[in-house]
């Protein structure tokens, strides 16, 4: 190969790494606001539990030995475990059965019962029915700021780009209500990237169909985005539409840093079930 094509090629193959480099998944795992660790008491309870939003608690690496005869999730109002003001939880495939079987470092989740939020509950525990026994709780504290949906800015810009404010509504998904844009730019994708303004280095977003081609007309219609394999909202800067034949700007909000928003349900190894479009 000749010099000249050998210095182009490794320049060409330098851009490329740069463009993957640029964006990144977060460095650290996300599963919403850590409440504590399980106490080790019977067992071989154990665990870390976090509160994925107001009504859902995640539990990682949570152990029992599945030796119980009537070992239950309860969570409870008294300010600690007892069978006063506790209410039972389903297990994390829907079960209202006894904890029969063994975990070895699972990863659970479990929704709270309908109606009730973490601000009715002092304490999450793996408890005994039968012989009235905590294996394992954690205390739930009065003023969890636990995650939820965040609005932001709207977007406004060129091309009719517009949307009422915009709902991070988890870490990898956006909804975009009444969104607009004319469909008259040759190449215009939804588009992400570090810092505070849109620019070539930045990461095209498939549409609410999932393709990643050129945006159609918009008129005033509400839809879900999800960013792409692992990245996630603490990866990004900025959200907006972009030309990216031309490099042109047309809209773009900025996303604010520390987001209390709740993980996605792929970040906590959940295979989403219904199709989360929306359709104005």
Not at 140 to 161: C, E, N, T, Y
Not at 204 to 233: F, S
Not at 251 to 262: A, C, Y
């Amino acid at each position: 190969m000749a010099p000249l094509m050998q210095i182009l090629l490794t320049a060409l193959i330098g851009l490329i790494c740069v463009r993957i480099n640029t964006l990144v998944s977060a460095s650290f795992p996300y599963y919403g606001a850590k409440i504590g660790a399980l106490t080790r008491l019977h067992h071989g309870v154990s665990g870390d539990v976090y509160a994925v939003d107001s009504r859902t608690l995640f539990i990682k690496n949570f152990n029992y030995d599945g030796e119980a005869p009537a070992a239950y999730f309860y969570v409870g109002s008294t300010a600690k475990p007892s069978n006063d003001g506790a209410q039972r939880l389903r297990d994390e495939r829907g079960g209202v059965t006894a904890l029969n079987r063994r975990y070895r470092n699972k990863d659970i989740t479990l929704p709270l019962p309908d109606g009730k939020t973490l601000r009715d509950f002092k304490w999450f525990s793996v408890w005994c029915d039968e012989f009235a026994v905590n294996f394992g709780h954690v205390s739930i504290p009065s003023d969890l700021d636990f995650p939820r949906p965040q609005k932001i800015a709207s977007l406004k810009g060129v091309h009719a780009v517009y949307s009422d404010n915009i709902v991070i509504v988890d870490a990898q998904t956006l909804l975009i209500p009444n969104f607009s844009y004319d469909g008259e730019a040759p190449d215009a994708k939804f588009w992400v990237g570090r810092g505070h303004r849109p620019g070539p280095q930045g990461l095209r977003i498939p549409d609410e169909n999932g393709k990643e081609i050129p945006l159609r007309r918009y008129d005033r219609k509400t839809i879900v985005l999800t960013l792409p394999d692992d990245l996630t909202i603490f990866d990004i800067g900025h959200f907006g539409v972009w030309c990216e034949a031309f490099t042109v700007d047309f809209g773009h909000v900025r996303i604010p840093e520390g987001l209390n928003v709740p993980p996605s349900l792929k970040m906590l190894g959940i295979s989403p079930q219904v199709k989360k479009n929306v359709h104005a």
